[in-house]
């Protein structure tokens, strides 16, 4: 009898049952589509030893003109720039005290340092250099005390708790503490400078003020956070290149700008304090440099007639090729929009022809128009949402985004994108954590992923994706705090939340651990039947297809797994009946010229899976032996 070839429908469909959707797929897991096949996705590897402090929720990639390659790097606590994996620390400072104005005071036997100083304006976390301070007296030495602290506990308005550690020891090293001694009674001198970074964000999002409000251990059990959290929404970073310089904006807060020539030794220094010129913005959600006009951008920001009174839904740009001119005036093109709809902006995304505004409720097209306007804005389409301020990207003069129950593309017009795994992916949303859910581009494999946290997860542990080449969808079970294609670097980087950043698409591993681990990877078909599922069938035999193409390992091997049941609704269970079993598994190695079996059902289910190291995979048609076998 002649063989059948088993040829699915490319692309994962959970929008109708399983055995409606017969030809196609059901399920997957790091899994994409090529050409219409199945394949095991790339692996990943660390970038570099070092890690950064916090959770990053933002990447930007540019070069110098010296043609240094730098990646800015935003967490909850720090912004950072990489360079050939070194973390370099630019978080800006809020406060430098007077020298004397901190104190020291330690107990023997305890690494808690108190210390005081008035009006210190910290929370928990937030990071501390001193500088100038003497010797308690004893182990707690001024080279122990003139390095950056991490605070532990906010007492009150004026004091607060770090712990000690060896002198010289890197922030981001795991902590040993120092235990002072019976002579360290000083209070550390009268020259004690203190210089205070910007507070730290939340590394999730809190939702209200009471019970069970703020990060766990943020207070007692059972009672209402008490700590002073300047925010309850979760850190996020804008950033974008003013040439080789480099601005940044902390969603809510002030915009800041680094001076490439100053170093990765300097710090980014508010906008403010590089011009007396009036009506600076100090407060923004996000920010922007258009490619071709050279304004920056300012949306939800403070109005130039209410200085630091924010307003979500206003826009400002600076004049042309400044990042200090921001008053409105006839002699340049800075200027001021307000947006009608909505209630706050959530992002904007540049496209080559526009600026694309997106509120909760409305999508905007920004353009330059020139002088004496220099902007406009166009309501494009109402009733659209989206999921976070960091769920929609450009890809040519296309933007894609994740809204709220749908996803949407904007080719000229706003349409949604057509999901067989809509129902799959919203149902399980972690509705509190919204916020975390981040784009990416893999232009690679043209490919859009949305990382996103499941119904289980605080943290992003998921992902779909959509080809928008060939038009497909699939998921999986992995997540990426931020995300940036390739271009400037070889292949693509992205965040964990373990605070390092890896280079996909490189080997075939798990990189995560040191040695690699395997990537779990398989892709499941729907039931197929012969006919309409009235009658048995047996299956004796099948003819794999599996390219292994550039695999490393010795051996390269997947599993094949073939399950069959009697009904729709019956299950697939590993039973032996009259000499037939319900499910059999075969390896398949490069030479496989052909699999046994001996299965008897109505419906069959395919399933291709790998767990071994150096092991890629694309599976093709597979031929099998399937012959009626009578309707009892």
């Given amino acids: 009898m002649p063989l059948s070839k088993l040829q699915f429908k490319p692309g994962v469909n959970r929008e109708v049952t399983a055995y409606t959707n017969e030809g196609g797929w059901f399920d997957s897991d790091q899994v994409r589509f090529s050409k219409g096949y199945p394949e095991k996705i790339g692996g990943w590897q660390k970038r570099g030893t070092d890690n950064y402090l916090g959770t990053c929720r933002a990447l930007h990639p540019w070069v110098a003109l010296d043609r240094d390659q730098y990646m800015g790097v935003g967490t909850n606590f720090k912004y950072y720039i990489d360079r050939g994996g070194e973390y370099n ?20 036997g305890s690494s808690t340092l108190v210390v005081t100083d008035t009006a210190h304006g910290s929370v928990v976390n937030d990071f501390v250099t001193y500088s100038g301070a003497a010797s308690l007296g004893g182990v707690i030495t001024a080279g122990v005390l003139n390095q950056e602290y991490q605070i532990t506990l906010v007492v009150n308005a004026n004091s607060y708790h770090v712990t000690a550690r060896a002198a010289d020891t890197p922030i981001n090293d795991p902590l040993v503490p120092l235990l002072a001694n019976g002579s360290d009674s000083g209070s550390g001198g009268s020259s004690t400078v203190g210089k205070y970074q910007i507070n730290v964000g939340l590394d999730t999002t809190v939702r209200s003020s009471g019970w069970g409000a703020g990060t766990w251990a943020r207070g007692t059990w059972g009672s209402a956070s008490t700590d002073d959290i300047v925010s309850n929404t979760l850190r996020l970073w804008s950033h974008d290149n003013f040439g080789e310089d480099l601005l940044i904006n902390v969603r809510d807060g002030g915009i800041y700008y680094w001076d490439e020539t100053g170093g990765l030794g300097a710090r980014a220094v508010d906008i403010t304090s590089l011009s007396t010129l009036p009506s600076i913005p100090t407060v923004a959600k996000q920010i922007l440099v258009s490619d071709r006009d050279r304004h920056v951008i300012a949306f939800g920001c403070d109005p130039e007639s209410t200085p630091g009174v924010q307003d979500p839904l206003t826009i400002r740009f600076s004049s042309q090729e400044s990042i200090t001119d921001w008053a409105t005036k006839a002699t340049n093109t800075a200027g001021e929009l307000r947006l009608g709809s909505g209630s706050e902006i959530v992002t904007a995304v540049e ?21 004496p306007f220099t902007f406009g804005v166009t309501a494009i389409s109402e009733n ?24 949407y593309i904007y080719s000229g017009t706003v349409q949604r994108l057509p999901c067989m795994v809509r129902d799959y992916v919203f149902s399980d949303l972690n509705e509190n954590q919204l916020e975390k859910i981040n784009v990416a581009l893999n232009t690679q494999h043209s490919e859009i992923w949305w990382f996103y946290p499941s119904n289980n997860s605080e943290e992003v542990n998921k992902y ?45 591993d798990d990189g995560t651990t040191n040695p690699a681990s395997a990537i ?7 039931p197929v039947d012969i006919g309409d599922g009235e009658e048995f069938m047996f299956i004796r035999k099948m003819i794999p297809d599996v390219d292994f193409k550039n695999s490393t390992a ?14 729709p609704d019956g299950t697939y269970i590993s039973s032996q ?11 398949v190695g490069a030479r496989t010229e052909q699999l046994h079996f001996r ?32 309707r009892r």
Avoid: C
């Fill in 599 to 630: 299965l008897r059902g109505r419906q069959m289910r395919f399933k291709i899976s790998s767990d071994e190291l150096e092991v890629t995979w694309r599976l093709g048609s597979p031929r099998v032996d399937i012959r009626p076998d009578g």
């Fill in 577 to 587: 009946t009259d000499a037939f079993v319900k499910t059999q598994s075969a390896a």
């Fill in 351 to 371: 496209t080559r022809q526009q600026v694309l505004v997106m509120t909760d409720t409305t999508l905007y097209a920004m353009q330059y128009l020139g002088p």
């Fill in 554 to 567: 010795i051996l390269p091997e997947t599993n094949i797994t073939l399950d069959v049941k009697n009904a």
């Fill in 384 to 407: 659209i949402t989206i999921a976070s301020p960091n769920a929609a990207i450009a890809v040519d003069d296309n933007v894609f985004w994740m809204g709220r129950s749908e996803f």
């Fill in 464 to 508: 779909v994706v959509y080809n928008y080449l060939e038009q497909v969808w699939y998921y999986g079970t992995f997540g990426r705090t931020a995300w940036v294609d390739r271009g400037i670097f070889d292949f693509p980087i992205a965040a964990n939340d373990d605070g390092f950043l890896y280079e996909h698409e490189l080997g075939f």
């Fill in 89 to 108: 620390d630019i978080t800006p400072l809020r406060l430098t005290t007077a020298a004397g104005d901190v104190t020291f005071a330690a107990t023997n």
């Fill in 520 to 526: 779990n990877a398989y892709i499941q078909s729907s």
